[in-house]
């Protein structure tokens, strides 16, 4: 089973940037980013595709820029305009499929918060 390991949370002011990296121990097709704040359901941030394509959500567009590293195994998350609501933890996501909504596999999450 592949593992995956987050690291690049922390707390930063408003306005500010984080850049998270997520380490996969073995191959994997899609990978991406969920997020969950308190007392709200987990939701889907960024993901990229093995071919380089990109999806967002609408609130981090322009705001997020996810990538992969040259060896495939590895995904950034590049967030800069931070704002008090992206607080949450923030979860590696992988899978073997073209999406990583299938056969979704998890990292542990690493702790975001924007301070105002």
């Known amino acids: 089973q592949v593992q995956l390991v987050e690291s690049g949370g922390g707390l930063v002011q408003a306005g500010g940037s984080l850049r998270l990296s997520c380490a996969a121990s073995?191959?994997?097709?899609?990978m991406g980013w969920y997020r969950q704040a308190p007392r709200k359901q987990r939701e889907l941030v960024a993901h990229i595709t093995s071919g380089g394509s990109t999806n967002y959500v609408d609130s981090v567009k322009g705001r997020f820029t996810i990538s992969r590293g040259n060896a495939k195994n590895t995904v950034y998350l590049q967030m800069n305009s931070l704002k008090p609501e992206d607080t949450a933890v923030y979860y590696c996501a992988g899978s073997t499929y073209g999406t990583i909504t299938i056969n979704t596999i998890w990292g542990r999450g690493t702790q975001v918060t924007v301070s105002s």
């Open positions: 073995g191959s994997l097709n899609a």
